[in-house]
């Protein structure tokens, strides 16, 4: 049964980080998939200019096409100052679009990121989902970003995964995007490189007895 996924990612780069090799497995088993992206990325860092929003956003459509998903949804709040729009506002804007696109199945961000906006984000989907009847979202899960949840305040709520997706046969194209996202990957040993990325997805698999996987922690599944 064909079902519709919806990513929701702070940032471009944060899908493909978090799920990349799942979004890869759902086209190839036959579901629609769509990404929204609440903030820009860019805009909070010294002397941007248009031409960096628009290399990060064509690197997006780049990994949108690698990675086989239908749409990019871009909502343009300000990069590192979600906290700066009202909630309410946050809410409104992904709601529109999950109420015409009605996915079945979320992917969102780990609550206790270093980053606010990863957080905001995973407070916005789950308010903007909330269980109610004729509601179409059954499933929500939360992935984990490098350089933001394995940095997070050691107090914080640890990510502590519940699911492991086998990506086996997907990782190239997790990379392949990845790849995509050239201007924002680091050298190893940064915990934002490829080289992490793909140790990461090797030590999920493994420890789930997979070559490869991607780990989430359950939000919401209804049966």
């Not at 990612?9 to 036959?30: F, K, M, N, Q, S």
């Not at 949840?149 to 194209?173: G, M, Q, R, Y």
Request: charged share 25%.
């Amino acid at each position: 049964m064909v079902k519709k996924i919806l990513i929701v990612a702070a940032h471009p780069d944060d899908e493909v980080l978090g799920c990349g090799g799942t979004i890869a497995r759902h086209v190839a088993e036959g579901d629609t998939v769509q990404v929204v992206f609440m903030a820009d990325g860019v805009t909070s860092r010294q002397n941007t200019l248009q031409a960096d929003l628009a290399q990060r956003d064509s690197a997006a459509e780049q990994a949108r096409r690698v990675l086989g998903v239908e749409r990019n949804h871009y909502i343009g709040l300000p990069d590192n100052r979600m906290d700066s729009v009202p909630l309410l506002d946050v809410i409104q804007k992904l709601e529109a679009i999950i109420h015409a696109y009605e996915p079945e199945v979320i992917y969102t961000h780990h609550v206790g990121d270093l980053n606010e906006d990863h957080r905001i984000t995973q407070q916005a989907v789950l308010t903007a989902c909330r269980p109610v009847p004729g509601s179409s979202v059954r499933e929500i899960y939360a992935f984990e970003v490098l350089s933001s949840t394995e940095w997070s305040n050691p107090h914080a709520l640890p990510f502590t995964p519940e699911c492991f997706v086998d990506i086996s046969a997907h990782l190239t194209k997790k990379m392949d995007a990845l790849n995509a996202y050239a201007c924002e990957m680091r050298e190893a040993p940064h915990s934002r490189s490829l080289a992490h990325a793909e140790l990461l997805a090797r030590h999920r698999g493994h420890s789930a007895g997979m070559d490869a996987a991607e780990a989430f922690k359950v939000l919401r599944l209804l049966r």
